[in-house]
């Protein structure tokens, strides 16, 4: 087997540290990506170009090779006199990055110096390298491995996939190139690289062709194929980062959460496992932790692993809130954005009351401080120092807002202590003179007094009426205790009693105070009763429960009855009960919008209209003049609670229950990255949707990649984006697509080296450009023997392109006609015992040459149509066969191995 796949275990120990489980870390200043460790962002310094060196293929074997033994590579050898090339493909959708040189890690395969070409490729979808962008060669000295580097003038910029090739320029030269493991079936197997020689049979004469499709059934040269590896290349490439930070609200209240909203480009390079270590984890390692993005809030929380992020500051200050963008593959790159933020403290309220312990009926002058406005609750209101009647005890929570709507509570409790009541009752406001006496009945015990005239018990109450003169008294009874009370009865001694009263109005509304008949002087109360629905809290005092009477049109009667020698007297008065009109808020929601199309909020309403109502929201409020049915509903397009604050009809002010909240989320504002003009053979298109997340659609739409192989024509690309309130936004944009031109190339025939130029024609359309080596304008001139590859590109108006390729077999004639004598052949050709010659022409003879122009065998005749001739002797390497006859001279080339 001429080809050699020797394993070398361990081969880059002697410069770079590896290990299974830790980081690459190799020695001198380069480094593999590490992210994993905080404290990487203690002294971050930002970036903006990032330089990196892209050691996929190596990197895959070191990190993810199985062997418990150590990584294994191997040397595959590239032979310039076989037209061999070695190509591995990378990954880059989108522009943004720039090629500055290529690295690859092999050595000579003899001593001396050989040189190397290596070389940036575009690609077809098969992987295949196809144009040539940028080239350079380096020497490559001696036997022993070692990295080689070529450094590009000018920095080549990419927006598609792309490869790596490396072919040696040097005639006989043979490059011992690095590649990783050939063991069958490895995780990391990606069918990236390509192969092309004349030397296999599996390369098609010189087809680039997979390494599975170069080692399959190609025992001779690869036993136990086929196989799946790669040569240790690398692409030396530069991209700048571009990472903005937002954070809001930008100024916040102590407690307030804010969002952490971040991105970065060029995201093509961000995601791709061959340029963010990151993500190469997370693919073939599993990783979870690692993140391209970190947000540090400036105070002592851990990173936030993610470019969005919500974080609650425990202390108020202003903080420069940073994401960091953490990128690279070899050499670690990171760019970072700040916006700063500004917690505001909360105001330091307070709560107190002129007294804090009152007696029940009493009031207390509430104070607020350390604030601007304040809201209190219990229906006290605003202000800062409110007078309160509490009728028990009662917590009273203010609320207070600062200058900078920054908000905090305090609160005062309030404490009620009862009267000692001082009501009494006697049976009747009029005592009819034969009475002998009258006691009342009373809730706690007191001191009663009255004027001259009447004669009282001042511990009991009880009137002696014999001895007491006729007339009309005040008594008034008074308690003691902490909280004392007075009250006070007019009592009428007479013979002739007087039943007559009124009560302050003739129509009540039913949720006001109960209220009692008023006497004039003499008169008394007697019994009290009513027409059917109107109930009285007391029938011996007249006091009228509304809450509890039902709404109508009453006549109250006053009966004192006749007794002991005093006639009776009835008197009535005509009163009218109002229902309160009420109000019952219920509806609102949240709904994605401005507000363009209102949420509901609905009002029940009771009573008797027409209703007078006012609607608020807390910041505005909406009057309602003239309602006449029920429900009403009120339309919101603005976000709040939602309350009737005012209420009534024509007769009473009525009451109000329940609230509706309306919230409305805004719709996200989404847009697409504008979108060129595309040729439908310039593969897949990544195309960005704002903000991130959404989804696309649209014909040749797969993820967020526009496939262009369809039918030339104008496509419409949507992209929906939902929110975490679960609002969504679209936004649509139209791609054309242009046909690329269809270019062929005719066939070149095989030509001398000694020929000199040749004028490059057979490319259509006409107009385009020849490229390849020796190539300047439309004139080929060879330099070396083998065989030249020429390209030929068209570029139409719509600025697509179409290529098309053919090859130039150039001979070293060595001085010999090569012209054609038919129907002579050579096999096999490579040869290195015996060869065939096989002519259907007369009298033919032939000799050897050797490339350097040695005659090797000298003229010989051909006995009959076939010769057999040992070329055992012969020492490796290209040799000449001149045949002559009668009708002309040929030369064919032979190869000895």
Same mark, same amino acid.
């Given at each position: 087997?001429?080809?050699?796949?020797?394993?070398?275990?361990?081969?880059?120990?002697?410069?770079?540290?590896?290990?299974?489980?830790?980081?690459?870390?190799?020695?001198?200043?380069?480094?593999?990506?590490?992210?994993?460790q905080?404290?990487?962002?203690?002294?971050?310094?930002?970036?903006?170009? $990032?330089?990196?060196?892209?050691?996929?293929?190596?990197?895959?074997?070191?990190?993810?090779?199985?062997?418990p033994?150590?990584?294994?590579?191997?040397?595959?050898?590239?032979?310039?006199?076989?037209?061999?090339?070695?190509?591995?493909?990378?990954?880059?959708?989108?522009?943004?990055?720039?090629?500055?040189?290529?690295?690859?890690?092999?050595?000579?395969?003899?001593?001396?110096t050989?040189?190397?070409?290596a070389?940036?490729?575009?690609?077809?979808?098969?992987?295949?390298?196809?144009?040539?962008?940028?080239?350079?060669t380096?020497?490559?000295?001696?036997?022993?491995?070692?990295?080689?580097? /070529?450094?590009? %003038?000018?920095?080549?910029?990419?927006?598609?996939?792309?490869?790596? /090739?490396?072919?040696?320029?040097?005639?006989?030269?043979?490059?011992?190139?690095?590649?990783?493991?050939?063991?069958?079936?490895?995780?990391?197997?990606?069918?990236?690289?390509r192969?092309?020689s004349?030397?296999?049979?599996?390369?098609?004469?010189?087809?680039?062709?997979?390494m599975?499709?170069?080692?399959?059934?190609?025992?001779a040269?690869? =036993?136990?194929?086929?196989?799946?590896?790669?040569?240790i290349?690398?692409?030396?490439?530069?991209?700048?980062?571009?990472?903005?930070a937002?954070?809001t609200?930008?100024?916040? $209240?102590?407690?307030?959460?804010?969002?952490?909203? +971040?991105?970065?480009?060029?995201?093509?390079? *961000?995601?791709?496992?061959?340029?963010?270590?990151?993500?190469?984890?997370?693919?073939?390692?599993?990783?979870?932790?690692?993140?391209?993005?970190?947000?540090?809030?400036?105070?002592?929380?851990?990173?936030?692993?993610?470019?969005?992020?919500?974080?609650?500051?425990?202390?108020?200050?202003?903080?420069?809130?940073?994401?960091?963008?953490?990128? #690279?593959?070899?050499?670690?790159?990171?760019?970072?954005?700040?916006?700063?933020?500004?917690?505001?403290?909360?105001?330091?309220?307070?709560?107190?009351?002129?007294? &804090?312990?009152?007696?029940?009926?009493?009031?207390?002058t509430?104070?607020?401080?350390?604030?601007?406005?304040?809201?209190?609750?219990?229906?006290?209101?605003?202000?800062?120092?409110?007078?309160?009647?509490?009728?028990?005890n009662?917590?009273?929570?203010?609320?207070?807002?600062?200058?900078?709507?920054c908000?905090?509570?305090?609160?005062?409790?309030i404490?009620?202590?009862?009267?000692?009541?001082? %009501?009494?009752?006697?049976?009747?406001?009029?005592?009819c003179?034969?009475?002998?006496?009258?006691?009342?009945?009373?809730?706690?015990?007191?001191?009663?007094?009255?004027?001259?005239?009447?004669?009282i018990?001042?511990?009991?109450?009880?009137?002696?009426?014999?001895?007491?003169?006729?007339?009309?008294?005040?008594?008034?009874?008074?308690?003691?205790?902490?909280?004392?009370? &007075?009250?006070?009865?007019?009592?009428?001694?007479?013979?002739?009693?007087?039943?007559?009263?009124?009560?302050?109005?003739?129509?009540?509304?039913?949720n006001?105070?109960?209220?009692?008949?008023?006497?004039?002087?003499g008169?008394?109360?007697?019994?009290?009763?009513s027409?059917?629905?109107?109930?009285?809290?007391?029938?011996?005092?007249?006091?009228?429960?509304?809450?509890?009477?039902?709404?109508?049109?009453?006549?109250?009667?006053?009966?004192?009855?006749?007794? !002991?020698? $005093?006639?009776?007297?009835?008197?009535?008065?005509?009163?009218?009960?109002?229902?309160?009109? &009420?109000?019952?808020?219920?509806?609102?929601?949240?709904?994605?919008?401005?507000?363009?199309? =209102?949420?509901?909020?609905?009002?029940?309403?009771?009573?008797?209209?027409?209703?007078?109502?006012?609607?608020?929201?807390?910041?505005?409020?909406?009057?309602?003049?003239?309602?006449?049915?029920?429900?009403?509903?009120?339309? !919101?397009?603005?976000?709040?609670?939602?309350?009737?604050?005012?209420?009534?009809?024509?007769?009473?002010?009525?009451?109000?229950?329940?609230?509706?909240?309306?919230?409305?989320?805004?719709?996200p504002?989404?847009?697409?990255?504008?979108?060129?003009?595309?040729?439908?053979?310039?593969?897949?298109?990544?195309?960005?949707?704002?903000?991130?997340?959404?989804?696309?659609?649209?014909?040749?739409?797969?993820?967020?990649?526009?496939?262009?192989?369809?039918?030339?024509?104008?496509?419409?690309?949507?992209?929906?984006?939902?929110?975490?309130?679960? $609002?969504?936004?679209?936004?649509?944009?139209?791609?054309?697509?242009?046909?690329a031109?269809?270019?062929?190339?005719?066939?070149?025939?095989?030509?001398?080296?000694?020929?000199?130029?040749?004028? *490059?024609?057979?490319?259509?359309?006409?107009?385009?450009?020849?490229? #390849?080596?020796?190539?300047?304008?439309?004139?080929?001139?060879?330099? %070396?023997?083998?065989?030249?590859?020429?390209?030929?590109?068209?570029?139409?108006?719509?600025?697509?392109?179409?290529?098309?390729?053919?090859?130039?077999?150039?001979?070293?004639?060595? +001085?010999?006609?090569?012209?054609a004598l038919? !129907?002579i052949?050579?096999?096999?050709?490579p040869?290195?015992?015996?060869?065939?010659?096989?002519?259907?022409?007369?009298?033919?003879?032939?000799?050897?040459?050797?490339?350097?122009?040695?005659?090797?065998?000298?003229?010989?005749?051909?006995?009959?149509?076939?010769?057999?001739?040992?070329?055992?002797?012969? !020492?490796?390497?290209?040799?000449?066969?001149?045949?002559?006859?009668?009708?002309?001279?040929?030369?064919?080339?032979?190869?000895?191995?």
């Amino acid at each position: 087997m001429k080809k050699i796949l020797l394993m070398y275990v361990l081969v880059f120990a002697s410069s770079i540290s590896f290990g299974q489980t830790n980081r690459l870390r190799p020695a001198g200043t380069a480094h593999l990506a590490s992210m994993k460790q905080e404290s990487a962002m203690d002294n971050p310094v930002k970036t903006f170009l $990032c330089l990196d060196t892209i050691r996929y293929p190596q990197i895959k074997e070191q990190l993810l090779y199985t062997d418990p033994t150590g990584e294994a590579f191997y040397i595959f050898e590239v032979w310039q006199s076989d037209q061999e090339a070695f190509s591995q493909m990378f990954l880059n959708s989108g522009s943004g990055l720039s090629i500055r040189g290529i690295e690859f890690f092999g050595s000579n395969s003899a001593a001396g110096t050989i040189s190397v070409r290596a070389s940036i490729y575009s690609v077809d979808a098969q992987n295949n390298p196809v144009t040539q962008l940028a080239t350079g060669t380096v020497p490559v000295v001696g036997t022993t491995p070692n990295y080689y580097r /070529v450094n590009f %003038a000018t920095p080549l910029a990419v927006s598609a996939n792309y490869a790596v /090739v490396i072919e040696v320029v040097t005639g006989n030269g043979i490059l011992d190139l690095f590649v990783n493991d050939i063991t069958p079936a490895q995780p990391y197997d990606e069918n990236l690289s390509r192969f092309k020689s004349i030397y296999y049979p599996n390369s098609n004469n010189g087809q680039w062709v997979s390494m599975p499709t170069l080692t399959t059934n190609d025992a001779a040269n690869f =036993p136990n194929g086929p196989y799946d590896f790669e040569p240790i290349v690398a692409p030396l490439v530069s991209y700048t980062i571009n990472t903005t930070a937002t954070v809001t609200p930008d100024v916040a $209240c102590l407690g307030t959460p804010v969002n952490f909203s +971040g991105s970065a480009t060029p995201t093509n390079l *961000l995601n791709n496992r061959m340029y963010n270590f990151g993500v190469f984890e997370t693919i073939f390692m599993g990783a979870t932790s690692d993140s391209t993005y970190a947000w540090d809030t400036d105070d002592p929380a851990p990173l936030i692993w993610s470019n969005t992020g919500t974080y609650t500051y425990p202390a108020a200050g202003t903080y420069d809130a940073t994401m960091y963008t953490i990128t #690279g593959f070899w050499d670690l790159c990171i760019d970072f954005a700040t916006d700063p933020v500004t917690i505001n403290p909360l105001p330091v309220v307070t709560a107190g009351a002129s007294s &804090t312990t009152i007696c029940a009926g009493s009031t207390t002058t509430l104070n607020a401080g350390g604030a601007t406005n304040y809201t209190w609750n219990n229906g006290v209101g605003v202000g800062a120092s409110p007078v309160v009647s509490p009728t028990s005890n009662t917590t009273y929570t203010v609320t207070g807002t600062d200058a900078n709507n920054c908000v905090n509570t305090a609160s005062v409790a309030i404490n009620v202590t009862p009267v000692n009541d001082a %009501a009494f009752n006697y049976p009747s406001n009029t005592i009819c003179t034969s009475t002998p006496t009258s006691t009342p009945t009373v809730q706690n015990t007191g001191t009663f007094s009255t004027t001259a005239g009447l004669i009282i018990n001042p511990t009991t109450g009880v009137i002696d009426v014999t001895n007491s003169t006729p007339g009309i008294y005040t008594v008034t009874h008074t308690t003691g205790g902490t909280c004392p009370d &007075t009250e006070s009865q007019n009592i009428n001694i007479t013979s002739q009693p007087d039943a007559s009263f009124s009560y302050a109005s003739s129509a009540f509304c039913s949720n006001t105070a109960n209220p009692s008949p008023v006497f004039g002087i003499g008169a008394s109360a007697g019994t009290f009763s009513s027409t059917g629905g109107l109930n009285f809290v007391n029938t011996n005092t007249g006091e009228i429960n509304l809450a509890t009477s039902a709404p109508g049109a009453y006549v109250v009667t006053n009966t004192i009855a006749a007794s !002991a020698g $005093c006639p009776s007297d009835v008197q009535t008065f005509g009163i009218t009960i109002n229902e309160t009109p &009420t109000a019952t808020v219920s509806g609102g929601g949240t709904v994605c919008g401005d507000g363009t199309t =209102p949420i509901p909020v609905n009002i029940a309403l009771t009573g008797n209209g027409p209703w007078n109502f006012t609607i608020s929201n807390g910041t505005t409020t909406t009057p309602v003049v003239g309602q006449t049915s029920s429900p009403y509903t009120y339309n !919101a397009n603005a976000d709040g609670t939602y309350t009737v604050t005012i209420l009534a009809n024509a007769t009473c002010q009525g009451t109000s229950t329940g609230s509706a909240t309306v919230l409305f989320n805004p719709n996200p504002n989404v847009s697409i990255s504008p979108l060129d003009n595309i040729c439908d053979n310039e593969g897949l298109t990544t195309i960005n949707g704002i903000p991130s997340g959404g989804s696309f659609t649209g014909t040749g739409m797969a993820g967020n990649q526009f496939d262009p192989a369809q039918t030339p024509g104008v496509y419409t690309i949507t992209y929906t984006y939902t929110d975490n309130n679960g $609002c969504f936004g679209v936004a649509s944009e139209n791609i054309n697509v242009n046909a690329a031109p269809s270019v062929t190339l005719a066939a070149f025939a095989a030509m001398c080296l000694q020929d000199g130029s040749l004028n *490059l024609s057979g490319g259509t359309p006409a107009g385009g450009e020849y490229t #390849g080596n020796g190539v300047t304008g439309s004139v080929f001139t060879p330099t %070396a023997a083998g065989t030249e590859t020429i390209t030929y590109t068209y570029t139409d108006l719509n600025e697509c392109s179409g290529t098309a390729s053919q090859t130039i077999e150039v001979n070293d004639c060595a +001085g010999l006609d090569e012209s054609a004598l038919a !129907a002579i052949t050579v096999s096999p050709n490579p040869a290195s015992d015996v060869i065939v010659i096989t002519t259907e022409a007369e009298d033919v003879s032939y000799s050897v040459v050797s490339e350097e122009g040695k005659m090797v065998v000298a003229p010989t005749a051909i006995q009959g149509s076939v010769e057999i001739i040992s070329v055992a002797h012969l !020492a490796d390497g290209m040799y000449f066969i001149h045949f002559t006859a009668p009708a002309g001279e040929s030369v064919q080339k032979l190869i000895i191995k």
